[in-house]
């Protein structure tokens, strides 16, 4: 009967590299499950960022439109005569509505501020992500286990920033949102 082949002994330095490529590996997994995640809400908060701000000009078109007949329903009516009897309702209608227009087009404006608040905070997991899976993969060519760790402050922020987009936290950095934007 043969025996097992001996396995040969791994050095100290190998066992500490082994821990170090296990480490960034499964940084690495974590990073891009949640880059994914991410990427792909940040994709439908852009969508409808996009629909706000068109039903948002759409409706305030609408508005200047609807205006704009009033004022002329206004000018009938100072002038007189047959257009007069006329322009009473049209004015009440276009009165009623250029106010619901507006309240219309200032929802719109709402939805698109608070998506683009929710798109900053995804954009900037984004970022954080990148840098963390930079650092992390730096780490490993360097074998250096503070640059891990840079690597994993960097990741932890970005996961908080998209936890707080999923969960709509108020967890927002103006001044560094300002200065990026």
């Known amino acids: 009967m043969s025996e097992a082949p001996e396995l040969p002994e791994l050095e100290e330095s190998e066992i500490h590299d082994k821990k170090l490529n296990r480490a960034v590996a499964t940084t690495v997994v974590i990073l891009s499950v949640t880059m994914a995640l991410t990427n792909i809400k940040d994709g439908n908060i852009v969508q409808n960022m996009q629909a706000a701000q068109a039903t948002q000009v759409d409706t305030w078109n609408e508005y200047q439109a609807t205006k704009l007949k009033l004022h002329m329903e206004e000018i009938a009516q100072l002038q007189g005569?047959?257009?007069a009897a006329k322009a009473g309702p049209q004015i009440a209608k276009y009165t009623k509505e250029t106010v619901e227009l507006k309240a219309q087009a200032l929802a719109a404006k709402a939805d698109y501020d608070h998506n683009n608040y929710r798109d900053d905070q995804f954009d900037l997991s984004d970022g954080l992500a990148s840098?963390?899976?930079?650092?992390?993969?730096?780490?490993?060519?360097?074998?250096?286990?503070?640059?891990?760790?840079v690597g994993w402050a960097a990741g932890a922020l970005s996961i908080l920033f998209m936890a707080a987009g999923f969960a709509q936290l108020p967890i927002h950095p103006d001044a560094l949102i300002g200065f990026l934007t």
Do not use: H
Not at 131 to 149: G, K, P
């Open 81 to 83: 005569g047959p257009a």
């Open 131 to 149: 840098i963390a899976l930079a650092t992390t993969a730096i780490s490993a060519l360097v074998e250096m286990w503070s640059l891990l760790y």
